[in-house]
Structures are given as structure tokens and as C-alpha cells.
């Protein structure tokens, strides 16, 4: 149970951080983005939108990561969700970041996060014998 939790809060930080995209000022975030390899940001209101509304969701989705691990017992038919949508994400970003012929940096540390995240989740979810989790 121990290593499902980490692997739970793993996912909790590295999608929670993104609460941080929709407070900081746009400034700010192109000077990160462009630390991440991207180019010539033209400002546009709903580009800033869009921005703010993805971190939004990203940072939703870390809290349910992060009460999943708070809480696996009462949320125990969730926890392999959350491992096959990341594994899934990891696909997704890996196929688009090689097609786009993306640099490794970050788009092979996002994906590495996806799939060990996922792959961590659904292993250990499954290790788990159901009768453990009342004694949490």
C-alpha cells in the first residue's frame, strides 16, 4: 500500500504543479515556456485562456490523485483509472513529441512521467490484496 500511495502522490505533484500556470502572470509563464524550448510567443488573449484553463484542469486532476492517496480505500475502483489514463497520456504525448520531432527536453521527461506514474499504479494496485485495504 505504501508504494501505491507514492506513486499516487508522484502523479498529485507532477500534475499539481501546474496550479501554479493559473496564478502567475503571463510574463512569467512564456519566460518558462520558452525554458522549455519554445518559440516566439505572440501574446493573445485566448492563447492566455486556453493556458489557464489547461493548468486548471491538470491541477484538478492532482487532486485526485492526491485524495486517491490520502484515501485509497475510498477510492479504491478509481486508482487503476488513474493509472490507465496516465499510461494512456504517455502514449499520446510520446506519438505526438516524436511526430512533431520535439527535443528531448521535456517532452521525454513528461513522458517518462506518464507511463512510470501509470505503470506504478496499475502494478501495484493489482499487488494489493483486497482484504488489506480495509485495514488502512
Known amino acids: 500500500m505504501r508504494l501505491l500511495r507514492v506513486f499516487l502522490m508522484f502523479g498529485a505533484m507532477g500534475w499539481g504543479i501546474c496550479i501554479l500556470g493559473v496564478f502567475l ?8 515556456l520558452y525554458g522549455m524550448g ?9 492563447l492566455n485562456y486556453w493556458f489557464r484553463m489547461v493548468c486548471g484542469g491538470f491541477s484538478a486532476l492532482g487532486c485526485i490523485f ?7 480505500e475510498k477510492y479504491w475502483v478509481l486508482i487503476p483509472l488513474l493509472g490507465w489514463l496516465s499510461i494512456a497520456e504517455g ?3 510520446g506519438v505526438h513529441g516524436l511526430r512533431l520531432g520535439l527535443p528531448a527536453f521535456p517532452f521525454y521527461g513528461d513522458t517518462a512521467f506518464c507511463l512510470l ?12 490484496n483486497k482484504s488489506a485495504i480495509r485495514e488502512c
Not at 502572470?25 to 518558462?32: F, H, L, R, S, T
Not at 519554445?38 to 485566448?46: G, K, Q, S
Open 66 to 72: 492526491a485524495v486517491s492517496a490520502y484515501k485509497p
Open 25 to 32: 502572470p503571463w510574463d512569467i509563464i512564456v519566460k518558462g
Open 91 to 93: 502514449i499520446i504525448i
Open 38 to 46: 519554445a518559440e516566439n510567443i505572440v501574446y493573445d488573449p485566448m
Open 117 to 128: 506514474t501509470g505503470a506504478g499504479i496499475v502494478v501495484f494496485h493489482r499487488k494489493i
